[in-house]
């Protein structure tokens, strides 16, 4: 079998047309885009404001929202501890923030940076499916909350949060909202402006555009939010992110938003019905399979499983021709569960038999019948031999 991608999530290979749109910035139109006295600096400045209105465009926002930054993990950084940093310039005192129990370790750990400096942080458990609901968070909100941070779609079991509640419940309050949206572009529609997020962190090479590149979303609002800039060297992004700009890598985030929005549902429907087939499969020819998160309302892309009896570790040593994951891509080498599943409350067994498949643009129904096939037969023998053990 050749090998087969199936770990999307972590992610993406770039688009051609994204990879040919980039291109000419790295030898014709070379100019940094700050160097506005002479034709090459101008027109690096224009392609980065057409891929800022590109990136609005998929995101619901006003181009003028868009800050760019060098992925996700910056962007959450830049809304949480900067919201924080405004919040202590502002009171004279560390605040309250608070998050749920499945957020990416992007989020986790700098509000975890933020409690060891003296903030109170809240963190809500999750349903067994994974679901979080808006009034846990209604009931969270103190008088000193700074700022709640809630992810739109999670990374290892694809489950979409109530962000739209979340946003009101937020709104109602007069407390910033902040949501990690990597998972969700070209997945569901977005919606800054719908959704009521100030704040929202995407990275392009979620979505088939190229790493180092992606964006905060800083929504203008009543209550004023304005995260203060996290390093300093001038005053680039309004301020926000000091640095040149990555102009060929705003071009293709730009282009890899366009294209996300512009194949959104049929992408989305076509990869919903491949991902429902290959679960259908594993479930009809593998006894003992557990589907996580199956009760809960999730993107197409991400079936997370679990293997009883079968450890994950071997079972993804066997699948030597198939590209998955025992979950997040950050923290894959980590030797403990996943603090995902662990939130979930399932079993010992159930934890350390999970694997991640995700699928994409690329994926396609031979691949995920080949898939399907192959673990069949790694678990059949894999319990064999433990059997025999």
Not at 184 to 210: I, M, N, Q, T
Not at 239 to 259: D, H, K
Request: proline share 4%; with cysteine; glycine share 8%.
């Amino acid at each position: 079998m050749q090998a087969i991608y199936c770990d999307y999530c972590a992610t993406t290979p770039v688009d051609e047309r994204v990879v040919a749109a980039m291109l000419p910035y790295f030898t014709e139109f070379f100019g940094n885009a700050a160097s506005r006295a002479h034709k090459l600096g101008q027109q690096a400045a224009v392609a980065v404001e057409h891929a800022r209105g590109q990136c609005a465009s998929a995101i619901g926002c006003r181009p003028a929202d868009i800050i760019w930054l060098s992925g996700a993990t910056e962007a959450n950084n830049l809304a949480i501890k900067g919201t924080a940093a405004q919040y202590e310039a502002k009171h004279g005192c560390p605040g309250h923030i608070v998050t749920q129990a499945t957020e990416h370790k992007a989020v986790l750990d700098p509000v975890r940076s933020l409690e060891e400096k003296g903030w109170r942080v809240t963190i809500l458990p999750v349903s067994d499916s994974g679901v979080l609901v808006a009034e846990d968070v209604a009931a969270a909100i103190a008088e000193d909350t700074a700022l709640v941070s809630i992810m739109s779609v999670n990374n290892e079991l694809g489950v979409i949060m109530p962000i739209e509640a979340i946003g009101a419940v937020c709104q109602s309050r007069g407390v910033p909202f902040h949501s990690d949206a990597s998972q969700s572009v070209g997945k569901v529609p977005v919606s800054v402006r719908e959704s009521l997020v100030d704040l929202l962190s995407v990275s392009a090479h979620k979505f088939y555009g190229p790493k180092g590149i992606g964006a905060l979303a800083i929504r203008r609002s009543a209550k004023g939010v304005r995260p203060l800039a996290l390093q300093d060297g001038g005053g680039h992004e309004r301020g926000f992110r000091s640095g040149t700009l990555n102009v060929p890598g705003i071009v293709g985030m730009g282009v890899a938003c366009e294209l996300a929005s512009g194949a959104l549902e049929a992408e989305s429907s076509r990869i919903r019905h491949l991902r429902d087939c290959f679960e259908s499969l594993l479930v009809q020819e593998v006894p003992d399979v557990v589907v996580h998160s199956v009760a809960a309302t999730r993107v197409g892309h991400v079936s997370n499983l679990a293997f009883l009896g079968v450890d994950s570790e071997c079972l993804l040593m066997q699948l030597e021709n198939v590209a998955a994951s025992t979950g997040s891509a950050c923290t894959s080498r980590a030797i403990e569960p996943s603090h995902v599943l662990t939130a979930l409350r399932l079993s010992e067994d159930e934890k350390t038999s999970s694997v991640r498949f995700s699928f994409g643009r690329f994926t396609t129904g031979n691949e995920i019948r080949a898939v399907a096939s192959a673990i069949r037969d790694v678990v059949f023998n894999l319990r064999a031999v433990g059997r025999r053990a």
